[in-house]
């Protein structure tokens, strides 16, 4: 067992928990505070990826900004009497044997899942050359500058959507 | 390593009309500032979206397949029919919802903008020659869509069925995003031709990743054209959303996921055909029998119209399982015809809507014939056509597509889709015997307004017209497919 | 083209202008439109028929309605000698008719909806003649009987014309039926619906068998037959003719137009227009004469004793339509249809003149207006329609030199013809023959001669009916008297039979084997059975006029059989209707009287309760929706890996 | 080295708990936080994919998933709140209105 294998193990087991303490927390903002803790360790592991970019996006805006808009939704919602109740629904065991059906399913599938296609150009030692985000960068700004593009219309229409939803005045 | 900003003249041209419409949507934004009357608004979107339209038609003269930004866009007569069904959506909807966003009390100038929004977002769809794009197209659409139908703040139907729509829609958008990453991982790529290109010189058609990722897709493709079982959602958001919405979006998201639809399956998974066809015929028959069964029990409008449109699309897919340019072409033209016959019926509902009135209940239609004529008579046209009786358009559809299906050796699905189309000519035919035979409970009063009437105008027409001389809309959709 | 294009064109826009305006705008001046729209598509038919004459056939594809790979549906217009017959019965009987419903239905509610309907009528019938394949011919098959249907109830106020309307259309679809599936035989045979390939390729399927529930059944026989099935029923043939004189609940031009002189002959139009196939098989072509032959006697007995005026006319119409059948199915095609063309002009004229009568009757404020025991003397009241009811009697009795008498002359001498089995039909036709003299003379004795029987008061109010009704009438009775003077036998004049060497190059001309002698006594027999029945009458109603009640007295069983029409309608009645009414009762339990709304709701119901418990599945909650979706991605994986 | 089905079936568990969470709890914000889940989870195969073919798309894609999932965090916070305005609830079995 290499140090990466053991450093992955501890990444992997870490998500696992993590992601089954942020599915059953009775309180959303301790869910939300878990999926933070998730989100660290994702990053962690986008690092190990050689992701930087990605990890740093990870905290910065994944937690930093919509996590914190959930919490504060749920604080305007003001879920107090809430928690005294049955935090699954009546069809919770079905959804556990789906939930299970679909985990083996996907496992039994994808566990002999191995590098096919060719590979890229983008491999370490290039991308550790120019630097992630560089390398992100020139490709965003260019390939995929339509995508982007069309990224930005995208945060305009939940502009705009908010606004209308929960604030506009109607009479 | 440096890669140069390259963005030719072309590049820019190919994406005129959805620049052009979300431009509008961004004017129409600020108009919504200055301008008290939202007619001029609607006017305002409706003149951009013949402008889009017009750059749509200077670009069919390019007829050979074009694929710009870096092959992240293609223009082709495909991609630019489709866009073509979303124009005219478009404007009939705009048409319809002047005067009943006011009725509702939900006239806002970010209706029209989002519309517009939900249009080019649709219009990426079509146009999308990589998964990115078509997520970021569907997204766009998508998210439009969910604000468009939690529109009425004020009433607890609209904003139950945003809920519903939204988590839903999020939940099969992450299946698509599992899809392609799965198809990402055994291909390396994520544009669509390179991905059949892969396919074959890999030779992994035969991959089950590969199955559960196409199967991914299609469940998310699935969902937004809401084929059963992934319909559940349609019912009861076709019912809470305003009408005109209602009468959007069961045409527009429908179309744009029957084109990324015929895009990914006949572009990117072509060597999968046997595969995808495998897995589209019982979904088809499924689709079919419920949307079919279940409106025949509906008392609402609005939900015996969504199960329609469930059924609808079970049809459309046919032509798609025929697996042919000659079925995928008398699919599209079906999602023309679908496009008047639905719209227009939808129309009438509205038109019942006035205030102080829902009028969506079956039985508000009793007596129709008596006290509006003419109103009467042009549901009754959209509910033969609906059904399928000629000499309407919808029977031309429906016929295009058996023909097709039994031209690829699918006789027995042929049948058993005559079968549910009969079925359901009940459900739209005692509408007509409501309004025909049956006495009035109460005094109706029509909403009406100009681009009503024009809306109202040109579908009925087009329905009859395109049932009687069916050939040339049938040359144009051939002529735009010919190159795909 | 385009001036064949609008014939049928011009009546199709007179109902979409009455139809959308009428009810605001037009209102009583409905007539405007219909007529002149009605006499353009006359003027047309009637140069186009020129053209035809001067043998010219036109056969034109107006467009390509579908195209679909090996499927090809033409709109096409084909006018060639037959349809140019028709051409003529249907536009120049329709602008009288017009003209005619102008005075009888004045006044009426629905003045623009009556006017709209005959012209969609009207359109549908020609769609249907000018047709050049199968399936535009069913379109217009369709439409006519959907049109009948909307005439007969046109006063859905009367309950007893809503029934008729439904009897019409439930019997039509057993038949229509039938037709439908002949089509499709056709189609799967040919793969075409285009009569010239069709026709063209019918030699080549002579003996071909298909296996159907086990047994071997002659392809040919099999399509003629199902086309014949829609013939029966639209052509009013025993055993579906029990909606015919019921239909006659509708206003009287429609019964003259449509149940006497256009529709009801769709189907022999049909059978004649299909003479290609079924000459090639003599199980149908048999099948086809026995049908008509005995419609024709059945039809007539019925008629001996019926009461209501337009009732014996309609039973009138089924027997002589039987007689064209019967022409029909001893290969005499050219003499069906020329029959088909004089009892146009002979029964809408019989059919507006009993309209006249009720007309003045109703106006009198008589109650019973078209029953004939309380009728009577009218003769000098209304003299013209009397005479020219006189002129339709004696042409269709066929009394020498009408028109009447040649054409039925020429089928009986065909017939007569026709082997072993024509003798048999010749002497039914013979016999139906006098049936039909003695019940035309008594309605003509019972309603014009004699005293009135209503009362008095009623009597003085009783006059000729206006000009806009009688000079139709007028116009008619030339054509009752002159219309059979194009189809002289030769044995009266050389070349005499022109109706007959026009219509040979559609539907060839027979080789007759018999002499001029057997001819000779053909004819007489004729004479003499129309005199003969004409006697009887005349002896029986104005000689003795209390002798038929005698006679029903001394045969009360047999009268009271022909009376109720063999009791056909109560047979129907228990054993298909009411078991189809109580089964569906038990299923709907509020089953509506209204037969399109019961099939509405009736089917659906069946269907209903799978439906009712499907539509519980959607729960309305959210949650469950997921679920039904990550389930349906499981199944949908597993039996993605199943089918693999 | 780490082999890549590692990361993919790491993938796979968290997508279904997510998947679980969403099916099951009442709680919509919850549910919300469950499709942030699986959508991270998918992210995680991306990036696994993006740096085991040594191509870049995945990370890009993933990118746009996250501005995606902030775009769809302020729609769908939004439509609850415009919800829980009219009706002062967010548990999901008592949104059924709507049915049939």
Known sequence: ?171 | MDLPITITLMDIRAIVPELTLICVGLIIMLLDLVVKKKDLVALAGIAGTVLALFGTYKLYGVTDTQFVFSNMFVLDGYANFFKVIFYINLILTICISIKYMEIEKSSFGEYYALLLFATSGMMIMASAADLIVLYLGLELMALSTYILTGLMRKQPRSNEAAIKYFFLGAFSSAFLLYGISLTYGMTGTTNIKEIAFAISTLGIADNPIMYLGLIFMIVAFSFKVALAPFHMWAPDVYEGAPTSITAFMSVGPKAAGFAVMGRILMGAFGDMQAQWVTVLIPLAVLTMATGSIIALSQTNIKRMLAYSSIAHAGYILLGIIAGTPEGLTASVNYLMIYTFMNIGAFAIVIMLRSKGFQGENLDDYKGLAKSHPVAAALMLIFMFSLAGIPPTAGFIGKFYVFMELIGSGYTPLAIIAIIFSAISAFFYLRIVVYMYMKDAEQEIVLTQSPTMNIALAVTSVMVLVLGIFPSFLLYFVRYSIMGY | ?644 | ?100
């Open chain 3, 1 to 644: 083209m385009l001036k064949y294009i609008l014939i049928p064109l011009l009546p199709l826009l007179s109902f979409i202008i009455n139809i959308l305006f009428g009810r605001n705008y037009i209102k009583n001046r409905a007539h405007w439109i219909a007529v002149p729209a009605i006499l353009g598509s006359f003027v047309l038919a009637v140069s186009a028929c020129i053209e035809v004459l001067n043998g010219k056939v036109i056969d034109i594809n107006v467009y390509s309605w579908i195209v679909s790979g090996s499927f090809n549906v033409s709109v096409g217009i084909l006018i060639d000698q037959l349809t140019a017959v028709m051409l003529m019965v249907v536009t120049s009987i329709g602008s009288l008719i017009f003209i005619y419903s102008v005075g009888y239905m004045h006044g009426d509610k629905g003045y623009y909806r009556f006017f709209a309907y005959l012209s969609l009528f009207i359109f549908s019938m020609l769609t249907l003649v000018m047709a050049n394949n199968f399936l535009i011919m069913y379109l217009g098959w369709e439409a006519v009987g959907l049109c009948s249907y909307f005439l007969i109830g046109f006063w859905f106020h009367k309950k007893s014309a809503g029934d008729a309307g439904k009897k019409a259309f439930i019997v039509n679809r057993f038949g229509d039926f039938g037709f439908g599936l002949g089509v499709i035989l056709i189609f799967l045979t040919f793969g075409s619906l285009n009569y010239m390939e069709v026709f063209g390729a019918a030699g080549g399927i002579v003996g071909q068998t298909i296996t159907l529930l086990g047994y071997k059944v002659d392809l040919i026989t099999l399509i003629c037959l199902l086309l014949f099935c829609g013939a029966m029923g639209k052509s009013a043939q025993f055993p579906f003719h029990v909606w015919l004189p019921d239909a006659m609940e509708g206003p009287t031009p429609v019964s003259a137009l449509i149940h006497a002189a256009t529709m009801v002959t769709a189907g022999v139009f049909m059978v004649a227009r299909c003479n290609t196939l079924f000459s090639y098989s003599q199980t149908a072509m048999n099948t086809v004469a026995i049908v008509g032959g005995f419609t024709a006697i059945f039809a007539a007995t019925i008629a001996l004793v019926q009461n209501d005026i337009k009732r014996v006319i309609a039973y009138s119409t089924v027997s002589q339509l039987g007689y064209m059948f019967l022409a029909l199915g001893v290969g005499a095609y050219s003499a069906g249809v020329f029959h088909l063309y004089t009892h146009a002009f002979f029964k809408a004229l019989l059919f507006l003149g009993s309209g006249s009568v009720i007309h003045a009757l109703h106006h009198a404020k008589q109650d019973d207006e078209q029953n004939m025991q309380v009728m009577g003397g009218l003769k000098k009241h209304m003299p013209i329609t009397y005479w020219v009811f006189i002129l339709a009697t004696l042409s269709i009795t066929g009394i020498p030199f009408l028109s009447g008498f040649f054409s039925k002359d020429e089928i009986l001498w065909q017939t007569f013809q026709a082997g072993d089995l024509g003798k048999f039909l010749w002497f039914l036709g013979a016999l139906a023959a006098l049936l039909t003299a003695f019940y035309s003379w008594r309605l003509i004795y019972l309603t014009f001669h004699g005293e009135y029987r209503g009362d008095t008061e009623c009597e003085s109010r009783i006059h000729e009916s206006p000009l806009v009704i009688t000079i139709p009438l007028m116009l008619l009775a030339v054509g009752a008297v002159a219309a059979g003077w194009v189809g002289i036998p030769p044995v009266f004049l050389e070349h005499g039979d022109k109706i007959g060497y026009f219509l040979a190059p559609v539907l060839g001309h027979p080789e007759g084997h018999g002499t001029h002698a057997q001819e000779y006594f053909v004819i007489a027999s004729s004479i003499f059975v129309a005199i003969a029945g004409w006697v009887i009458a005349y002896i029986m109603y104005i000689k003795n006029p209390g002798l038929p009640e005698k006679l029903f007295s001394a045969f009360r069983p047999v009268h009271k059989v022909l009376f109720n029409k063999y009791y056909i309608d109560e047979f129907y009645d228990k054993t298909i209707v009411q078991p189809v009414l109580k089964a569906s009762d038990k299923i709907i339990l509020a089953f509506d009287v209204n037969v399109i709304e019961g099939v509405v709701n009736g089917v659906p119901s069946l269907i209903g309760v799978f439906s009712k418990g499907l539509r519980k599945i959607q729960t309305g909650l959210l949650s469950n929706y997921a679920a039904v979706m990550a389930i349906g991605v499981l199944c949908v994986v597993g039996y993605m890996f199943f089918m693999r």
């Open chain 4, 1 to 100: 080295m780490v082999p890549l089905n590692w990361y993919i079936i790491l993938s796979a568990v968290m997508f279904s708990i997510g998947m679980f969470g969403f099916l099951s709890r009442r709680n919509l914000v919850i549910m919300f936080i469950c499709l942030e889940l699986m959508l991270n989870a998918v992210n995680v195969s991306l990036v696994a994919f993006s740096h085991y073919l040594q191509s870049i798309n995945g990370q890009i894609l993933v990118f746009f998933v996250i501005t995606v999932a902030a775009a769809e965090a302020a729609i769908g916070l939004a439509i609850i709140i415009a919800y829980y305005k009219n009706n002062p609830t967010i548990k999901v079995d008592e949104i059924n209105i709507l049915k049939g």
């Open chain 1, 1 to 171: 067992m290499t140090l990466q294998q053991i450093y992955f193990g501890y990444f992997a087991t870490m998500m696992t928990i993590i992601s089954l303490l942020v599915v059953s927390r009775k309180n959303p903002v301790h869910s939300v505070l878990w999926m933070l803790v998730l989100f660290v360790h994702m990053a962690g592991l986008y690092l190990f990826l050689n992701a930087e970019f990605l990890a740093a996006v990870q905290i910065i805006v994944y937690a930093g900004a919509i996590m914190v808009l959930f919490l504060f939704v749920i604080m305007l919602l003001n879920l107090r009497k809430e928690e005294k109740e049955f935090r699954l629904q009546k069809q919770w065991p079905v959804s556990a044997v789906t939930a299970v059906l679909f985990l083996v399913v996907l496992v039994s599938i994808l566990g002999k899942i191995t590098v096919l296609p060719e590979l890229g150009e983008y491999s370490i030692d290039m991308i550790n050359a120019q630097g992630s985000l560089m390398t992100i960068g020139n490709v965003l700004y260019t390939k995929y500058l339509l995508p982007f593009e069309i990224a930005s219309v995208l945060l305009l229409v939940a502009i705009v959507g908010a606004v209308v939803l929960a604030k506009k005045r109607i009479e």
